[in-house]
């Protein structure tokens, strides 16, 4: 089963236009954590944030944040009047208390920022 | 503070021949993780590994594949007898400690071809 869910396949937009990742997480544990990771087109993996499951607080940092809701299995992350440099694919990840070192990854969602 | 190596960065082989894919951690690091990405889909784990053991490898394929982080010197990935399948993005991230509250940094990844 699909632990980690990131519905949209590719995001166009338009320069300085906002855009929202869905990511959409399934498990049964109460400790668990989250993570944004960019792969711009040069091909690395680029950590962007973790959370926790008992932190559900929305954070921001720059033109990046992040909405946490466990209410709804989602961790969503928004880009804020993006840029050319915002082209990548994002991965959403998911690590559980049951097995704490392995990431589940979604299947990325590729944004593509128009100049 | 340089951050995890791997290379080649790119790597080409006939089918039946072997891949040697190295990963050495960031400065501090000694737990040691593999992923794969096949074209088009995420990050999958393959095997978790300290220095001299293996901790995990429920994720690596039975044959042809092995992993090992000697005392001294890099974590290597090893594909015997390479077959068109398994041309894919292999990544290497590392972590301080092995846990939930760890973050696993990734390197830029080798990029295996196989003709």
């Known amino acids: 089963a699909q632990k980690v869910t990131q519905a949209q396949t590719e995001i166009s937009v338009v320069e300085k236009e906002d855009v929202t990742l869905d990511c959409v997480y399934e498990?049964?544990?109460?400790?668990?954590?989250l993570f944004w990771y960019k792969q711009p087109p040069s091909g690395e993996l680029v950590f962007l944030i973790r959370?926790?499951?008992?932190?559900?607080q929305n954070e921001i940092s720059g033109r990046y944040s992040w909405n946490f809701q466990k209410s709804t299995s989602s961790f969503n992350f928004t880009i804020t009047a993006s840029q050319v440099v915002d082209s990548a694919v994002y991965f959403c990840a998911l690590s559980e208390m049951a097995n704490d070192y392995k990431l589940s990854f979604g299947a990325g969602t590729t944004v593509t920022v128009r100049a | 503070n340089a951050g995890v190596m791997q290379n080649p960065r790119h790597l080409v082989r006939r089918r039946g021949q072997e891949a040697r894919l190295r990963c050495s951690p960031m400065k501090g690091h000694s737990h040691v993780y593999w992923y794969r990405q096949l074209p088009e889909e995420g990050l999958k784990f393959m095997v978790y590994l300290q220095k001299e053991n293996i901790i995990d490898e429920s994720g690596m394929p039975k044959e042809r594949f092995s992993a090992e982080f000697p005392k001294e010197g890099p974590s290597i990935l090893r594909i015997q007898q390479v077959v068109r399948g398994d041309s894919a993005a292999y990544f290497c991230a590392s972590s301080p400690t092995s846990g939930l509250t760890d973050t696993q940094y990734f390197g830029p990844g080798t990029r295996l071809t196989v003709l």
């Open positions: 498990t049964r544990d109460t400790t668990y954590y």
């Open positions: 959370r926790n499951s008992f932190d559900e």
